[in-house]
């Protein structure tokens, strides 16, 4: 195939790359509820290239496993933002640790990070699937419905065969959505975005190396091969030239569903590596740069999608080369640009206009553009270390804080976090090395034999030319942002978390042990903290260990306030005055005392006393017998939105991970 026109683009594209694990919000690293120290199956949903041994369980909502029952389990649910970009950012640290190192001038090696995020509309429980019936309404949940699933199987997929006809092709999708599509299995991207891969020819432009990539069913390379991924080994519905490359050339658009399962695209939310990049990456984001595809019909009965991955090619193909925009909604009840207009002037956060989302057709939107992307420095760590970055005095597990998504539609979304950590050597330039400089042994060679002696004694370097540009990621569980109320507006949201699972540092490795995100917090007090954790009741690695304190294999977490840091005796709650001047916006019945039973309690107990949320029946004052060691509280507690009337620190423990000499599970909450 011709490389793209001038292959600028391709020059410049990053490979995304060494072992990252997502502590907050918890990465699964494919997992999902296993029991067992490894994960089942490392192609469950995307291709982490991380060790087995990472990631956390999808969390459970009561005492007991989900099981099979998709309502029993737990996702996590934040609040977003609100419409004024200065004053309604909804916070969230998102916490990682990366093997190889990364940030500084003195970097052993070339880096990056990319942050990303895809979200659809929620729903009800009504529209998570629940079998695999025929009729459209079941197949259209399967095949869109983003979701951890029940399973540990990958979702099935019939690949496309050489010289394949419109008929062959509609028969063979409809395959892939009637009989192939699981309800039980978790779903990320779409397979109507991973054919698009699977018959797209690969960028003939990318530097490879010395690696032979393997033709695809369809007879020629695809972009399902790639230098590290040559043989297309598929993981979920992921697309491995995607994947490997950012930003990527293509757009990323799941589905062409505006209604009841609208997806965005993946959304940039943040490069992090070197700044003098920065000003290419946000030129080049999906989120604000139009990205073109080749469209061989928009019938439904015949491919809608071609093989060319350039202009000439594709009218070559008999196709059209249709511009697509990205967006973050499309607010299909507005119907008029004058309508549109009314919902920009509605706040200040994201940019709205009237206009085609694709250059075929004229049809228009009322649609949210993605926010530009974030770019900034790497958090520095140290190579060969899956630890802390940052100095003496603020060492922490790399960090980005972020703010969650406002959607002006007003509806809750699920959304998926990516993060994937980017590596490649210096030996040779990889934003100017291109496939003209492939099978070039004096540009880089697999494992090379040196003559550094100059007497003829060879030395053998360790160089995968497979790895020395390589992709790891991570990817959280599906979380669900909430609209705000209307006691919100004009607020900050800080979300107050728990990372970790059950075990010690070496079991619980390369995950973490119990620890709170952020543990330190310094807010005003006109700012909101939404307080909320999620646990798994089968994180007990069979027999790799699960010390821990109360029932093996389970995760619990409360919150008490204490008198000092280097203490571990909690307050009773008579005497934990910090919370007298506070109230819940969750909750606004609830006394201060009565948040402070369900913190204490992991909303074992809801509340000291009746409230519009809490029933009688689960208060303290009627309800008893609660394990003193947390173990018939739920594992996942949704908490409370705090407002606070007055200034104050709190000191705040968990009275069954904080074992002292073990681990301690402390934080401190500061308002001005």
Not at 241 to 254: G, H, I, K, N, V
Not at 513 to 538: A, C, M
Not at 541 to 565: C, E, P, W, Y
Not at 632 to 642: E, K, Q
């Amino acid at each position: 195939m011709r490389a793209l026109q001038g292959a600028i683009l391709l020059v410049y594209c990053t490979l995304v790359i060494g072992d990252v694990y997502m502590h907050n919000p918890r990465g699964s690293n494919n997992r999902l509820d296993e029991d067992t120290a490894n994960r089942k199956n490392n192609n469950r949903l995307f291709d982490s290239q991380n060790n087995n041994k990472g990631g956390y369980n999808t969390g459970d909502r009561f005492t007991s496993e989900g099981g099979s029952r998709p309502e029993r389990f737990y996702s996590m649910q934040y609040y977003g933002s609100g419409a004024s970009s200065s004053r309604e950012g909804s916070k969230l640290m998102v916490e990682w640790t990366n093997q190889h190192g990364c940030g500084s001038d003195e970097s052993k090696l070339l880096c990056n990070i990319v942050v990303q995020y895809m979200c659809q509309s929620n729903g009800t429980h009504d529209d998570y699937p629940r079998g695999n019936g025929g009729s459209s309404n079941d197949v259209e949940e399967r095949t869109l419905y983003m979701r951890d699933g029940t399973s540990t199987d990958t979702q099935k997929y019939s690949e496309p065969r050489k010289g394949e006809s419109d008929r062959s092709y509609n028969s063979r999708m409809e395959k892939n959505y009637e009989d192939n599509s699981d309800y039980k299995e978790g779903l990320h991207e779409t397979v109507y975005w991973y054919d698009q891969c699977r018959y797209r020819e690969a960028n003939g432009g990318l530097f490879t190396a010395d690696q032979d990539l393997d033709k695809d069913s369809v007879g020629y390379i695809t972009a399902s091969r790639t230098r590290q991924n040559n043989e297309g080994d598929r993981s979920g519905y992921e697309c491995p030239e995607e994947r490997d490359y950012f930003p990527y050339w293509q757009p990323t658009l799941q589905s062409e569903n505006l209604d009841r399962f609208q997806r965005t695209p993946w959304i940039d939310l943040a490069w992090l590596g070197d700044k003098t990049k920065c000003n290419y990456i946000k030129q080049n984001s999906f989120n604000r740069r139009s990205k073109w595809r080749c469209v061989l019909s928009r019938d439904s009965d015949e491919r809608p999608y071609g093989r060319a991955i350039n202009e000439k090619d594709c009218d070559d193909e008999g196709g059209k080369w249709v511009e697509f925009k990205s967006f973050l909604e499309v607010l299909t009840d507005v119907t008029s640009e004058s309508a549109c207009r009314a919902e920009q002037r509605k706040g200040t956060r994201n940019k709205i206009f009237w206009t085609q989302l694709r250059s075929d057709s004229s049809k228009e939107y009322c649609v949210v553009q993605a926010p530009e992307i974030k770019c900034d420095e790497a958090p520095w760590t140290r190579v060969n270390h899956l630890g802390n970055s940052g100095d003496s005095k603020s060492a922490d597990s790399s960090r980005l804080e972020v703010e969650l998504p406002y959607f002006p539609s007003g509806e809750a979304k699920r959304c998926t976090l990516r993060l994937r950590y980017n590596i490649t050597t210096a030996d040779y330039d990889p934003w100017t090395t291109d496939s003209s400089s492939n099978d070039d042994d004096d540009v880089i060679e697999n494992n090379p034999e040196v003559d550094v002696l100059e007497n003829g004694d060879e030395l053998q370097l360790a160089l995968n030319t497979a790895q020395t540009g390589r992709t790891f990621q991570d990817r959280s569980h599906v979380f669900v942002v909430l609209p705000r109320t209307s006691e919100m507006a004009s607020k900050k949201i800080y979300n107050l978390n728990v990372r970790g699972k059950r075990g010690n540092i070496v079991q619980t490795f390369p995950a973490v042990e119990y620890d709170f995100v952020p543990d330190k917090l310094e807010i005003s007090r006109s700012d909101l903290v939404h307080v909320q954790w999620t646990g798994s009741n089968s994180h007990d690695n069979k027999n790799d260990g699960d010390d821990g304190q109360g029932k093996g294999g389970t995760d619990r977490h409360n919150m008490l306030q204490f008198k000092s840091l280097d203490e571990n005796y909690p307050l009773k709650i008579s005497q934990a005055k910090f919370w007298d001047g506070v109230r819940s916006l969750t909750d606004p019945d609830a006394t201060g005392e009565d948040i402070a039973v369900g913190l204490a309690t992991s909303g074992y107990y809801c509340a000291k006393r009746e409230t519009g949320k809490c029933p009688s029946k689960l208060t303290s004052s009627r309800k008893r017998n609660l394990d003193d060691e947390l173990d018939n509280a739920p594992a996942s507690y949704f908490g409370h939105v705090l407002k606070f009337s007055k200034s104050g620190t709190l000191l705040y423990m968990c009275s069954r991970n904080n074992n002292f000499s073990n681990r301690s599970q402390k934080g401190k909450l500061i308002v001005k």
